[in-house]
């Protein structure tokens, strides 16, 4: 019940040998089989990677940074013949979108024409706005699913916005703009050129939340990262082309081009450092090794296979030295420390307010610092200015201690906040606390009142199970074990 077929289109034309990609459909007869949670296999050939791990080593490394595939490597056989080793990635279909999102229920299209135009020509999916007529947005955007009612409406007042505003908020209401600025930077900083960026606007999809009504773009077919040889793109691709507006557009918004930024900083901070990218690529090449040298199929001899792993190191290194040298990455940033969140009651109850302070090392760095909230687990957050005049929880005016109040929230609600400081420079550069911020912030709870009983309890959490503890079927799933204290 399991339905096969050969996929890709370089990846297919390019390679006369055997090794084709795959695309395996778990589900191609029965709606409800899987294996292990999934539902479509993808197993790709490597065409323009010689050290067969640009693609699992880049998902894995920039996981944290917001959607991206899970991926590994596959030993593949066909009736029982060697077909040797396969990077297996992950697809973007529901399942996808409900790892990232609070739900499925909005509308996802794949950046390319579904019918007979020139799928290459720029302009077309680039969210480049076509006019009125949504038959224009057809025929270039293939629509994979929606379960809103008119898709295309939302489409194209979003592409009308982004085209036609150059206000940080007002385009924040339709486009996740944190989203997009580290889709672009994890675009750029690992020059992707099968891409929004790169390849005509294209090969990637777009995703309309319904829980937020907001457009996410989203990274897809990443096996042409680390492309060129000196690692030196331009940080700012397409800054100048009116055809590309997620470029054109926000590049020249100075609050989004900082917020880029400092995302490109964070991300080359964390994973452009010897002590992080070596180890992982020396793990990967000694995990499969073996089975690439006995592979009779591969699109590359294996000393060219040993070759690119030193390749993809030396690329790291060049990477990081190119975006450091930029002068508008090589700034001084603030240096924040010690966030205190309190309130009168812990947790803090219904309606009472939140008191939020941070500390400053050197109070004469910053212009401004800024406190973000928004209530729930999604959306657009909040700002307001925080003080450092000793009236908002701050202690002492002027001893570079800022402070501002949540405002108190219904029972339950889950509470999200970060800090953005604002240096005291030209540029207005910017750092946020914590680094990851708007994916990775603090949150707290408001007090759910009502008694909680002591009856049930968590007695054991067993996460990221890949290998440690099997289950009663043989299977490493996730597992929290439960433990009665009652007589009941």
Avoid at 180 to 209: C, P
Avoid at 307 to 314: D, F, P, R, T, W
């Amino acid at each position: 019940n399991v339905g096969l077929r050969l996929k890709g289109n370089s990846s297919f034309y390019d390679v006369k040998g055997l090794k084709k990609s795959f695309n395996i459909s778990m589900d191609f007869k029965d709606s409800t089989q899987e294996l292990k949670g999934y539902k479509t296999l993808n197993l790709h050939n490597s065409v323009y990677d010689d050290s067969f791990m640009k693609e699992v080593f880049f998902e894995n490394l920039t996981r944290k940074y917001g959607p991206s595939f899970r991926a590994a490597f596959t030993h593949l056989y066909i009736n029982g013949a060697d077909w040797g080793l396969y990077p297996s990635v992950q697809a973007l279909d529901g399942k996808f979108i409900n790892d990232w999102f609070l739900s499925n229920d909005g509308s996802r299209w794949r950046a390319e024409s579904p019918g007979t135009i020139d799928r290459w020509q720029p302009g077309l999916t680039s969210l480049f706005y076509l006019g009125e007529d949504s038959i224009a947005y057809q025929q270039n955007y293939s629509l994979k699913r929606s379960k809103l009612q008119d898709p295309w409406s939302d489409l194209k007042r979003v592409i009308r916005v982004l085209n036609h505003s150059s206000n940080f908020d007002s385009l924040n209401k339709v486009l996740d703009l944190d989203r997009t600025a580290w889709f672009l930077a994890k675009e750029i900083v690992f020059e992707d050129r099968n891409g929004y960026v790169q390849d005509g606007g294209m090969d990637y999809y777009i995703y309309y939340d319904a829980e937020t009504s907001r457009l996410i773009p989203l990274q897809y077919d990443n096996n042409s990262i680390m492309d060129s040889p000196n690692g030196d793109w331009e940080l700012f691709r397409r800054e100048k082309d009116t055809l590309f507006p997620l470029c054109n557009k926000l590049f020249n918004i100075p609050t989004f081009r900082q917020r880029y930024l400092a995302h490109v900083r964070t991300m080359v901070n964390d994973l452009f450092r010897d002590s992080i990218f070596t180890p992982e690529i020396d793990r990967y090449f000694n995990l499969i090794d073996t089975v690439v040298k006995k592979d009779g199929k591969k699109l590359m001899t294996y000393p060219k296979f040993v070759a690119g792993k030193e390749q993809l190191k030396s690329w790291m290194k060049s990477r990081r030295n190119f975006i450091l040298s930029h002068p508008e990455i090589n700034r001084t940033i603030p240096v924040l420390s010690e966030v205190y969140c309190s309130a009168d009651t812990q947790p803090p109850g219904a309606a009472e307010k939140v008191a939020v302070r941070i500390s400053v090392v050197d109070k004469k760095s910053v212009s401004n610092i800024l406190l973000h909230y928004s209530p729930g687990y999604d959306g657009a957050f909040t700002r307001v200015v925080m003080e450092d005049n000793g009236k908002n929880n701050d202690e002492l005016p002027n001893d570079g201690i800022y402070g501002a109040f949540i405002p108190g929230n219904t029972a339950g609600t889950y509470i999200r906040y970060y800090i953005e400081a604002i240096a005291n420079d030209s540029a207005g550069t910017v750092v946020f606390e914590p680094r990851g911020a708007e994916h990775d912030v603090y949150i707290y709870r408001v007090n759910p009142g009502g008694m909680v009983s002591k009856d049930i309890v968590i007695n054991e959490v067993m996460s990221a199970n890949t290998q440690a503890v099997a289950d009663q079927d043989g299977e490493f799933d996730d597992w929290i074990e439960l433990d009665n204290n009652s007589n009941k």
